[in-house]
């Protein structure tokens, strides 16, 4: 049909939109009303959910997109336009972290934030900087030196270094592959790992920061209270030797006040903590230089600082000025106060400690210069047990014999025992830090390439600060100073800032508040932290922490992070809480690495990061080099935060939400099953091997929900969560008509094994009709090497039913189909008295009828039900029937010694089955089989009819079954059979259906029972009898299931035999090997 068109040009769209759609109403041909059809199930794409485009805003654009475009209509439906798709990329910002996933963003409207704008020096080298030098470089560096010695500092040093340093480049590759919102290392790990790994290497990463603020809160204190204020103690030591303990209680004291004024900064605004954060920063920057000025200035200029020895010991300064045991005064000799230290009194002739007064008093420099040579002294290590001499080497010394060692002499003493492993875990927070800049991801303006160079810059720079500063210290600072920790022989004074240029005070105010900044932003970043693993739901008990004041401050989570914080500060001690928060960055570092290698390694298609200079080998190496050093640190303490890890991992895998967030471990489970199906393709396995692989066959109604429950229920307590587990149905119709269904039926399956703890996976099949979609499920159900073996379905109680007529049919090809795939068959008669999972039976037996031998399934399977709760406390019975020619008592004892040799407990009975003749009930029975069996067959009844007909023949058979007793006096005989037909009925279907043949009614009346029928009827009669009276009260009967006749024809009587078998026992299982062995006596 023709029809004008107005063309209108792409570009002119924004404005002509109205003047469009009034030409294309106005144009001829156009149908008043006409609306556009509704695309069938099938015909067009499914609608996708982008993280990038909104599909309502381009629903608010123009219709088609331009006529040009018109080829492409269905698709515009769900799918941008390249030009709308460009034009939302180019305008994607950053959401903060942990408010929403950016997944998820298009739910919500994002608010307007202003553009980042930070670059690579600001945003991330700084930061890194100021957060990497810190209180250790200040307050114990020089110490480590002197304990460990140059040598062995510096492999201290260059091991964390290379560890922060392998860890920047894997966090460089993360961080560039793609764009990272606001989150840093959380976030990064999270969705590289998955939400388990993610929220205990988060929740690790909150502890260790909360850890740190807490050391750098202790390390302000130690710094006013030893370096700035000694006088300020409140807590003063009762007796001599109580000065530690005096020490680490003020600390406590100070530190406790310093924490709630910190924490009230924070909660009051962090505005402030970053307008101060330059300033922090600029004692850092400042302090470092203060320090190579006071080395160069040592060269040709050392400062004048004597310490004093007492032979080889250091004496601390702190009580004595004068370093001799007597001095000249005008009136003459007198003895100084170091000889009433040692002395029981000031005169000469008084008793003196005997090393005072064997061994003499001498001065030395303490900071002898770069030049002097003092570096090949202090080479290698000095480590001592606590309370040991800190001794000059070299210096001569009497000896003495061994006092007790008297208190309160002016000795400088090492205060705690040190060793190598020690040392590690006390230095290597110096070099954590290198998070910083990747926390700011969303300030930066290019966070791709600001992010790698200025962390891997910021590294190397404070690397060659620390490893330059091992080298300089050694060479300048005499030994006995580097060794004593707090200043003592330098009269209380730090010995860094001694060293410095050009006042000491540079120092210990440029670290102090270096120190307090620090801790200021910890407490800063790890409430955030927190707030954003609560805020992404993964872990429920802590989602309370995820709300805040009405501006998005995390006040619940300051809460939390200051009483952790306490925690640490009542250790009080530096070198205690150092290895604490040592554990939870290596971990933290650990995953980091394990997460590059893991995408590396899987070259999964979105890996395609922009950094280039990494290599899995690399990732793989700094992961083990942070496995090491955890265990280097210490072993307890490892053990401990991976403990803590675990805990958090499982909880998070059983109660946490699920996320999908495309993570690494996703992608390496899938090649693991890959590689894993691929090992296990080759030939069935073992038979110790094997186990029932169950696919079980639900059957659902018409609003697409699960008929049977109890059958997922007794898969639970059979599989026990081991093995595989397929749960399948069929329905019946077209996938493009049924696909709705198709999926509201497969979520009710899912929601039930969830319900029921079924393990396995959902499989459900649209079919034209039931009979093929089971044989479909049958045949191709599982992939490779896991496939089932074992098929469980449930008995069709409605198959004499009109309104069903085919489930008898479709259940007999079933079992002929499970048969010819040589598979395992279980069929539950009476389901729905099956016990649910919740159930216990507290007594009860499981009785086994092995009639025949299939392998060996009977036996295995009443063992795997007993390993579940329901079963647990059911004793097992076999029973095997005996025929004439068997010896009973021989088979019983045959039967004990299999059993003792398979390891399976149970009780064992020999029944002799007796022949006798076939009974007239069994001849009547089969008769009023075959009889119904033909009617419906040769007559073609109305519904009205066979309903009639049907019920007759089930009232007969129920009267008859219930007169067992009178049999006996007045057996019925077939002669005596009432038929259901009269003449006038025969007359009138004969008028009916003039081509039936009427030699067929005569047949009916001459019918005589089939005697293959009737010896197949005379076994169920006989053996249903015996199984009632010895397994009627059974909680569970199990029984070999007959094969189905070879001859089609006669299958309806399959179902009958079945039946009678079966009749008057509660729950049955019967069991159908699928010919192969599946037990076996050997190991």
Not at 231 to 260: F, Q, W
Not at 787 to 797: D, G, Q, R
Not at 884 to 909: C, G, P
Request: hydrophobic fraction near 40%; aromatic fraction near 10%; include cysteine.
């Amino acid at each position: 049909m023709p029809t004008n068109f107005t063309v209108v040009p792409v570009e002119a769209r924004a404005d002509g939109d109205q003047d469009e759609a009034a030409e294309l109403s106005e144009a001829p041909g156009a149908p008043e009303g006409h609306e556009p059809d509704s695309p069938s199930p099938g015909d067009g794409h499914s609608r996708e959910n982008s993280p990038i485009v909104n599909n309502g805003d381009m629903e608010r654009e123009s219709f088609f997109e331009g006529k040009n475009m018109a080829l492409f209509e269905e698709e515009m439906d769900s799918n941008p336009m390249v030009s709308s798709l460009l034009n939302k990329l180019a305008n994607y910002t950053n959401l903060s972290q942990g408010v929403v996933e950016h997944e998820e963003d298009e739910e919500s409207r994002r608010r307007e934030v202003k553009s980042p704008g930070m670059g690579t020096f600001i945003g991330v080298y700084l930061p890194c900087l100021q957060n990497i030098l810190g209180v250790i470089l200040f307050l114990r560096l020089t110490w480590i030196v002197g304990v460990a010695g140059v040598l062995e500092s510096f492999l201290i040093v260059f091991m964390c270094c290379t560890c922060t340093m392998l860890t920047a480049i894997s966090m460089s590759a993360i961080a560039t592959n793609g764009v990272v919102p606001a989150g840093g290392s959380y976030y990064m790990i999270s969705r590289s790992l998955g939400p388990e790994f993610g929220g205990a290497v988060g929740l690790c990463f909150y502890l260790g920061t909360t850890f740190a603020g807490a050391m750098y809160i202790l390390g302000t204190i130690e710094i006013f209270l030893t370096y700035i204020s000694p006088g300020a103690a409140i807590i003063h030591p009762k007796s001599e030797g109580d000065e530690a303990m005096a020490l680490l209680n003020n600390m406590r004291v100070y530190g406790t006040c310093t924490l709630a004024l910190m924490a009230m900064v924070v909660f009051v605004g962090v505005k402030y903590v970053n307008k101060l954060a330059l300033v922090f920063l600029a004692c850092v920057v400042l302090s470092i230089l203060a320090i190579y000025a006071g080395v160069i200035k040592s060269a040709f200029d050392p400062p004048d600082i004597p310490v004093c020895l007492l032979g080889n010991r250091t004496l601390s300064r702190r009580s004595f000025d004068i370093c001799a045991k007597v001095h000249t005064t005008n009136n003459g000799t007198g003895t100084t106060t170091l000889w009433g230290l040692f002395c029981n009194g000031s005169s000469p002739s008084a008793t003196c400690d005997e090393y005072f007064a064997q061994n003499n008093l001498t001065e030395i420099q303490g900071i002898p210069g770069v030049a002097s040579g003092v570096l090949l002294d202090n080479l290698w290590s000095a480590y001592a047990d606590k309370g040991v001499f800190v001794e000059k080497k070299g210096t001569p010394s009497a000896p003495v014999s061994e006092e007790s060692r008297p208190g309160g002499l002016p000795y400088v003493l090492t205060d705690i025992v040190t060793y190598f492993t020690m040392l590690v875990g006390i230095y290597f927070p110096s070099v954590t830090g290198i998070m910083a800049g990747s926390n700011r991801s969303g300030d930066l303006r290019d966070a791709q390439k600001s992010i790698p160079t200025g962390t891997i810059l910021a590294i190397v720079t404070t690397s060659f600060i620390y490893l330059s500063c091992i080298v300089l210290f050694g060479a300048c600072i005499e030994g006995v100073i580097l060794r004593d920790k707090f200043g003592e022989a330098l009269q209380g004074n730090l010995v860094i800032g001694m060293l410095a240029w050009p006042s000491p005070w540079v120092i210990v105010i440029g670290s102090f508040f270096s120190t307090c900044g620090a801790g200021l932003q910890s407490l800063t970043g790890a409430p955030r932290l927190l707030q954003a693993i609560a805020r992404d739901g993964i872990i429920p008990f802590l989602q309370v922490f995820g709300h805040g004041k009405a501006n998005g401050e995390p006040t619940w989570a300051l809460l939390l992070t200051a009483f952790i914080c306490e925690t640490g500060i009542l250790i009080a001690s530096l070198d205690s809480v150092a290895p604490i928060l040592s554990m939870f960055f290596l971990m933290c570092y650990m995953f980091v690495n394990l997460a590059c290698a893991v995408q590396t390694l899987l070259r999964t298609p979105n890996w395609r990061p922009r950094f280039r200079y990494y290599h899995w080998t690399l990732s793989f190496l700094g992961m083990s080099l942070c496995l090491a050093l955890m265990f280097i640190c210490s072993w307890y303490y490892a053990l401990f935060a991976m403990l803590i890890a675990g805990c958090i991992y499982k909880y998070i895998e059983y109660r946490g939400a699920e996320k999908e967030w495309g993570d690494g471990i996703r992608g390496l489970s899938l090649n693991a099953a890959r590689y894993a199906l691929l090992r296990v393709e080759h030939g069935p396995p073992h038979t110790k091997n094997w186990r029932p692989q169950v696919l079980v066959m639900l059957n659902l109604d018409s609003e697409q929900c699960v008929k049977h429950p109890r059958l997922l229920s007794f898969t639970t307590q059979l599989k026990a969560g081991k093995g595989l587990t397929i749960v399948g149905s069929v329905l019946e119709g077209t996938y493009l008509d049924k696909h709705t269904e198709a999926q509201q039926a497969e979520e009710n399956i899912r929601s039930l094994m969830s319900a029921e703890k079924t393990k396995g996976f959902c499989q459900l099949v649209v079919s034209s009709n039931l009979r093929d979609g089971m044989s479909h499920l049958i045949q191709s159900a599982g992939l490779g090497g896991m496939k089932h073996n074992t098929v469980l379905m449930a008995w069709p109680e409605s198959w004499k039913e009109e309104d069903n007529p085919f489930s008898w049919k479709n259940f007999v090809d079933t079992v002929r189909d499970t048969t010819a795939a040589q598979q395992a068959l279980l069929v539950a008669k009476n389901v729905d008295l099956f016990p649910q999972n919740q159930e216990r039976f507290s007594d009860g037996h499981i009785d086994v009828w092995w009639i025949v031998h299939d392998g060996g399934l009977l036996m295995l399977l009443p063992f795997l039900l007993r390993q579940h709760k329901v079963w647990r406390k059911c004793r097992m019975r076999i029973f095997t029937v005996a025929q004439v020619d068997d010896n009973s008592i021989q088979m019983k004892k045959d039967l004990q010694t299999f059993l003792y040799h398979l390891r399976i407990s149970a009780e064992v009975e020999v029944v002799e089955m007796v022949e006798n003749d076939i009974s007239a009930f069994t001849y009547e029975k089969t008769l009023v089989m075959e009889q119904r069996s033909q009617m419906l067959k040769q007559m073609q009844l109305s519904k009205t009819e066979r309903e009639r007909e049907a019920q007759l023949i089930h009232d007969r058979n129920t009267a008859s079954h219930s007169a067992v007793a009178a049999r006996a006096q007045a057996p019925p005989t077939p002669d005596k059979v009432q038929m259901t037909w009269t003449k006038e009925k025969l007359i009138a279907e004969k008028y009916k259906n003039k081509d039936n043949s009427v030699s067929g009614f005569k047949d009916l009346f001459s019918l005589k029972p089939n005697q293959s029928n009737v010896r197949r009827m005379h076994t169920a009669v006989k053996l249903n009898g015996v199984v009632l009276n010895k397994s009627q009260d059974a909680q569970l009967v199990l029984l070999n299931m007959p094969g189905p006749p070879r001859n089609r024809q006669g299958d309806e009587n399959y179902m009958e035999f079945l039946e009678v078998l079966t009749e008057g026992l509660n729950r049955v299982l019967l069991v159908r090997g699928s010919g192969r062995e599946v037990i076996t006596i050997y190991s």
